[in-house]
């Protein structure tokens, strides 16, 4: 059965009286939210995005469960609770079909109204997801989108390999990135799919788990890019692996943890309000906890912008591991490795950065003898789509990678 693109931006999906909003992760039938557990919501979005075609168990388990060992009897009851959400059941099977022994097919008709209809987005990439453990047995998940020279892109927190793709948080990364570039990127212990209950969660961890996807894909040399606190563990690789890493390209990077860095009362203050807001926060329904992160991160960004951002948080990692990932970050430190670093680097830094002020990605200038600094017109730690600093950013990327 074909069908229609999704209306409007990427994510948002119509059929009957129905709306899937990925989103604002949202099931909403004639205007109305329908509450769905959120393992149920993933595997109804999975079904959706791949209506041309069904889905095995394995791609579902993998997808919605990150490859973690749930009998299929977890899987039997998603399917029941979607099916019920949408009025349909197992006999009618009027939107998910069960291809026997297999998998399951989402076969309702997707319409865009004609006062609705929007220009057709921009595809997603084609990505490969896969699995492999680091050196204490945690299962790490990376994937491999695009074609041409590879790019890695050293982990930071709040990613979902599988949600990232249609996240407008991070779509626009993989896509624009994976259209010169083979793009490989993983998500951190601790975080999407990878696994959440790791025992060792250091930065030497980290820097481990960089190794480990490296030596799974067989990769020889290639260009190292690191983004906020995945800009220390792209340094730290950079500059154990000297024979490896060609260009580094460092965005919203830092040499120093909050811990370690001689703050002020109120920076002080602010760091031990993202532990709070961390421990008290996190899970809640209600997003007012985390729109702080937000718009730390995005302060420029639009209210849709803040919703996915939420999104994000909620969907990526525990409450728990959310406090872990400060702690740990507030006690990095690479500027001795900084020094080390030996292979041209790019750093581009925003030059009103509210979550990382730029005199940090000064401070890594300073400290990496082949690097030049670029600093984005933006207030946004991670820059947005719509903004003019993001194609900027791509414009220097391609130069300096010469590609």
């Not at 992760?25 to 959120?38: A, N, Q, S, T």
């Not at 095995?56 to 009897?73: H, P």
């Not at 959400?85 to 006999?91: F, I, K, S, V, W």
């Not at 600093?375 to 414009?395: G, R």
Request: proline share 5%; charged share 25%.
């Amino acid at each position: 059965m074909s069908a229609p693109a999704p209306d409007g931006p990427a994510g948002v999906w119509r059929f009957d009286e129905f709306v899937l909003d990925t989103q604002r992760y949202e099931l909403r039938r004639d205007g109305e939210v329908v509450r769905v557990e959120p393992q149920v919501f993933d595997v109804m979005t999975q079904l959706v995005s791949n209506h041309d075609r069904f889905l095995t168990k394995e791609e579902l388990f993998d997808t919605v469960w990150g490859g973690r060992f749930v009998g299929e009897a977890a899987l039997t009851s998603r399917i029941k609770a979607a099916r019920r959400a949408l009025g349909d059941d197992g006999e009618s099977q009027r939107y998910i079909r069960t291809v026997r022994g297999r998998g399951y097919q989402f076969v309702g008709t997707l319409t865009v109204p004609e006062t609705l209809a929007a220009p057709v987005s921009t595809p997603p990439p084609r990505q490969h997801i896969a699995f492999c453990r680091a050196a204490d047995g945690v299962r790490l998940a990376y994937a491999v989108a695009g074609e041409g020279p590879p790019l890695v892109r050293a982990a930071n927190w709040m990613t979902h390999l599988g949600y990232d793709i249609e996240s407008p948080v991070w779509r626009h990364w993989v896509r624009d990135l994976a259209a010169r570039h083979t793009f490989i990127r993983y998500d951190e212990r601790g975080c999407g799919l990878s696994d959440w209950e790791a025992v060792d969660f250091t930065f030497d961890d980290w820097v481990a788990d960089l190794e480990t996807v490296v030596e799974a894909l067989g990769l020889e040399r290639f260009p190292l890019l690191g983004v906020s606190q995945g800009g220390a563990v792209a340094v730290a690789y950079a500059a154990r692996h000297p024979d490896q890493v060609t260009h580094l390209i460092l965005c919203g990077a830092y040499a120093r943890g909050r811990a370690v860095r001689a703050m002020s009362d109120d920076e002080r203050r602010a760091a031990a309000l993202d532990l709070d807001l961390a421990r008290v926060g996190w899970g809640r329904d209600d997003p007012a906890f985390r729109q702080v992160f937000a718009a730390q991160f995005l302060p420029d960004g639009a209210r849709a912008d803040w919703e996915a951002f939420d999104h994000l948080q909620r969907r990526t990692t525990s409450p728990e591991n959310a406090v872990r990932f400060l702690d740990e970050f507030g006690r990095i430190d690479v500027r001795d490795l900084a020094r080390d670093v030996a292979c041209p680097t790019l750093i581009m830094h925003s030059a009103d950065d509210h979550r990382v002020p730029m005199r940090y990605g000064e401070e890594l200038a300073a400290l990496i003898p082949s690097s030049r600094l670029v600093a984005l017109q933006s207030n946004n730690h991670l820059l947005t789509e719509a903004e003019p600093a993001w194609q900027v950013f791509l414009s220097e990327l391609t130069d300096f990678l010469g590609c």
